[in-house]
């Protein structure tokens, strides 16, 4: 699989049927398709507080500042996902632990990352990683932080399958109560 972007992948679903996905960085044009699959999401899930939604503004700056990707299917966001990037800011999970400013410019934050009801299965959630990863590299970041809700097993164990541990467990978002999980970054092999 290459990392570079726009890239066209084939994968299969756990039932055995097959599609082509094209991965892309998301910019502001695509906020108003991000922002329906969003809102799709949140509709379909049984347990809402699993899942804190990125509101308006931290999609519109993360689309100016971060890392965003998407996949689509025939022209549809099946899937998206931001990576906050190694910079100073609230968003960053490292600033709920403490760290200075400076370690911050070492750290990427795993943000969010959702997947229309239709194209779960397919693994679009695990392809993310090795994007985010490379780009994190790229960028110099030394550690990636990422939280999931305790309950939320599927999001858990895709993150502990790819090298994350448990750091920490903390009130976030509004009192919810979430694991931070941290990956130190080396140059190990990307996939």
């Not at 509101?55 to 998206?80: I, K, P, Q, V, W």
């Not at 795993?110 to 994190?136: H, I, N």
């Amino acid at each position: 699989m290459s990392l570079a972007l726009p890239s066209e992948i084939l994968l299969n679903h756990r039932s055995g049927a097959q599609r082509v996905f094209t991965l892309m960085r998301c910019r502001t044009d695509h906020l108003e398709v991000i922002e329906r699959l969003q809102d799709r999401v949140l509709t379909c899930m049984h347990d809402s507080s699993l899942f804190v939604p990125e509101t308006r503004e931290e999609l519109m700056e993360s689309l100016e500042s971060d890392y965003c990707l998407g996949a689509f299917f025939e022209g549809e966001l099946a899937m998206f996902t931001l990576m906050i990037t190694n910079r100073p800011t609230e968003r960053n999970l490292g600033h709920a632990l403490g760290w200075s400013d400076d370690y911050l410019k070492k750290v990427v934050t795993y943000d969010s990352t959702f997947v229309a009801p239709e194209f779960r299965g397919y693994g679009l959630q695990r392809l993310s990683y090795p994007y985010k990863k490379a780009e994190a590299l790229r960028l110099d970041a030394k550690e990636a932080l990422a939280s999931v809700a305790p309950e939320n097993s599927h999001s858990l164990n895709n993150l502990l399958s790819q090298g994350f541990d448990i750091l920490d467990r903390r009130l976030l978002y509004g009192g919810r109560d979430r694991f931070i999980l941290n990956k130190h970054l080396g140059k190990e092999r990307l996939l």
